[in-house]
């Protein structure tokens, strides 16, 4: 248990399906992949178990994510399931084939949003439990709550006092009022679930209230309104399908409302598309003169930053304008973008071997780098940064390490 409401998550999945067997019967059991109806998603995994005079079914229980591994204690009748994909092991009773039990072993910290009313951070455990941690401002307490399959993603709109959050395998946005607490309807994206650890990006812009979502897995391209709770289009095309094996860091949205467009960054491809909001009407591309970027400088989510108010779309070190879709410069020693001013920009730098990632300010005249403050050293998954104006910090969550860090940011405004 971590925190001040990790533990163990009860039941979890419920029990035998199909008629189940006698308690007195005698089972084997072996594990395999879940079926995709109802509220299961592939990446689900089920225990089946089945007699052993006859081999025939006699039931199996719903488990975690990517389940791989399931051992059996004779003396207590009990099954433990490793829960690769969720950080989680899953209890067993062999002989009543229902779950006991299942608990956190591992934690993540994938990223973090603030809420800027209240000064409470929203910290994304994918790999932990598939939860969100609230950390309230002032407080060195968490709480965590579940937050779809796979939460990847999140945004807030503070004046709808709403926390979105993307659930990767079965494809959806949870919300939930800031306020009260109170889960809000899940809003499907319209696509496919995906079957991998091939993530998708979301943006969401609070002044128009839609949210946009891509999945790489199987090219699945989405825009929902999140205040109505309904998708307003949604297609899947073979240039962003990147495959089950691709990895994270392959395609990236930004949603422009002033604009009434959505931009979408193909890393893959190295191209930005652009297509009406509301409509899907393509609108342009652009070939980035960078070309592919290198695999292991790529970043997982939020590539992509849009500074809506001054018109720019920010995609690694390329600057482009987006009401012309054109490059406008390129500025160096960043890779990823998180809060940009009239006189700074702000970002994250990938290192290399031993090399940790670094904080790094920009003048955006000369491009020339500024300041650069070391982090921490990282492998696949690199770090996700938010900047807070009001309290000028900027929060990096280290996936590795399961923890946010928070540095203070002066220059910023």
């Given at each position: 248990?971590?925190?001040?409401?990790?533990?163990?998550?009860?039941?979890?999945?419920?029990?035998?399906?199909?008629?189940?067997?006698?308690?007195?019967?005698?089972?084997?059991?072996?594990?395999?992949?879940?079926?995709?109806?109802g509220v299961t998603t592939p990446a689900e995994r089920r225990v089946?178990?089945?007699?052993?005079?006859?081999?025939?079914?006699?039931?199996?229980?719903?488990?975690?994510?990517?389940?791989?591994?399931?051992?059996?204690?004779?003396?207590?009748?009990?099954?433990?399931?490793?829960?690769?994909?969720?950080?989680?092991?899953?209890?067993?009773?062999?002989?009543?084939?229902?779950?006991?039990?299942?608990?956190?072993?591992?934690?993540?910290?994938?990223?973090?949003?603030?809420?800027?009313?209240?000064?409470?951070?929203?910290?994304?455990?994918?790999?932990?439990?598939?939860?969100?941690?609230?950390?309230?401002?002032?407080?060195?307490?968490?709480?965590?709550?579940?937050?779809?399959?796979?939460?990847?993603?999140?945004?807030?709109?503070?004046?709808?006092?709403?926390?979105?959050?993307?659930?990767?395998?079965?494809?959806?946005?949870?919300?939930?009022?800031?306020?009260?607490?109170?889960?809000?309807?899940?809003?499907?994206?319209?696509?496919?679930?995906?079957?991998?650890?091939?993530?998708?990006?979301?943006?969401?812009?609070?002044?128009?209230?839609?949210?946009?979502?891509?999945?790489?897995?199987?090219?699945?391209?989405?825009?929902?309104?999140?205040?109505?709770?309904?998708?307003?289009?949604?297609?899947?095309?073979?240039?962003?399908?990147?495959?089950?094996?691709?990895?994270?860091?392959?395609?990236?949205?930004?949603?422009?409302?002033?604009?009434?467009?959505?931009?979408?960054?193909?890393?893959?491809?190295?191209?930005?598309?652009?297509?009406?909001?509301?409509?899907?009407?393509?609108?342009?591309?652009?070939?980035?003169?960078?070309?592919?970027?290198?695999?292991?400088?790529?970043?997982?989510?939020?590539?992509?930053?849009?500074?809506?108010?001054?018109?720019?779309?920010?995609?690694g070190p390329v600057v482009i304008s987006v009401p012309k879709l054109?490059?406008?410069?390129?500025?160096?020693?960043?890779?990823?973008?998180?809060?940009?001013?009239?006189?700074?920009?702000?970002?994250?730098?990938?290192?290399?071997?031993?090399?940790?990632?670094?904080?790094?300010?920009?003048?955006?005249?000369?491009?020339?780098?500024?300041?650069?403050?070391?982090?921490?050293?990282?492998?696949?998954?690199?770090?996700?940064?938010?900047?807070?104006?009001?309290?000028?910090?900027?929060?990096?969550?280290?996936?590795?390490?399961?923890?946010?860090?928070?540095?203070?940011?002066?220059?910023?405004?």
């Amino acid at each position: 248990p971590r925190g001040g409401g990790g533990g163990p998550r009860g039941g979890g999945g419920g029990g035998p399906r199909g008629g189940g067997a006698p308690d007195d019967a005698p089972r084997e059991s072996v594990a395999a992949d879940a079926p995709s109806e109802g509220v299961t998603t592939p990446a689900e995994r089920r225990v089946v178990f089945f007699d052993r005079a006859t081999g025939a079914p006699a039931g199996e229980v719903l488990v975690r994510f990517e389940a791989k591994s399931l051992s059996a204690d004779s003396a207590s009748g009990r099954l433990y399931v490793g829960n690769g994909g969720d950080g989680s092991v899953t209890v067993i009773d062999a002989a009543s084939a229902k779950i006991v039990t299942t608990f956190d072993v591992g934690s993540a910290a994938e990223h973090v949003v603030v809420d800027a009313k209240s000064g409470d951070r929203y910290v994304i455990d994918r790999l932990g439990g598939s939860q969100v941690y609230r950390w309230p401002a002032g407080s060195d307490k968490v709480e965590a709550f579940d937050a779809g399959k796979w939460p990847t993603d999140a945004a807030i709109d503070p004046e709808r006092r709403r926390l979105y959050v993307l659930s990767h395998y079965d494809v959806s946005l949870r919300g939930w009022d800031l306020d009260t607490r109170a889960a809000l309807p899940p809003v499907s994206f319209g696509v496919s679930e995906n079957r991998s650890d091939t993530l998708g990006d979301f943006d969401y812009d609070p002044a128009v209230g839609l949210a946009a979502a891509i999945f790489p897995e199987t090219g699945g391209l989405s825009v929902v309104d999140a205040v109505a709770g309904k998708v307003l289009w949604s297609r899947t095309d073979a240039t962003f399908a990147a495959g089950a094996k691709a990895g994270p860091g392959n395609a990236f949205v930004a949603v422009d409302g002033k604009r009434d467009r959505l931009y979408v960054v193909a890393e893959h491809g190295a191209r930005v598309y652009a297509y009406g909001l509301r409509d899907g009407v393509a609108k342009g591309e652009l070939a980035l003169s960078g070309g592919e970027p290198d695999r292991a400088q790529r970043y997982n989510i939020n590539g992509a930053w849009l500074d809506r108010a001054a018109a720019k779309l920010y995609v690694g070190p390329v600057v482009i304008s987006v009401p012309k879709l054109a490059e406008v410069t390129t500025v160096s020693g960043i890779g990823k973008v998180i809060w940009t001013t009239p006189d700074a920009i702000l970002g994250l730098a990938s290192g290399t071997g031993a090399e940790p990632e670094r904080l790094v300010e920009v003048d955006p005249t000369s491009g020339a780098v500024r300041a650069s403050w070391p982090l921490v050293p990282t492998g696949m998954m690199k770090l996700n940064a938010v900047y807070d104006p009001a309290t000028r910090r900027v929060y990096v969550a280290d996936m590795a390490e399961a923890r946010v860090m928070a540095w203070e940011w002066p220059r910023g405004k």
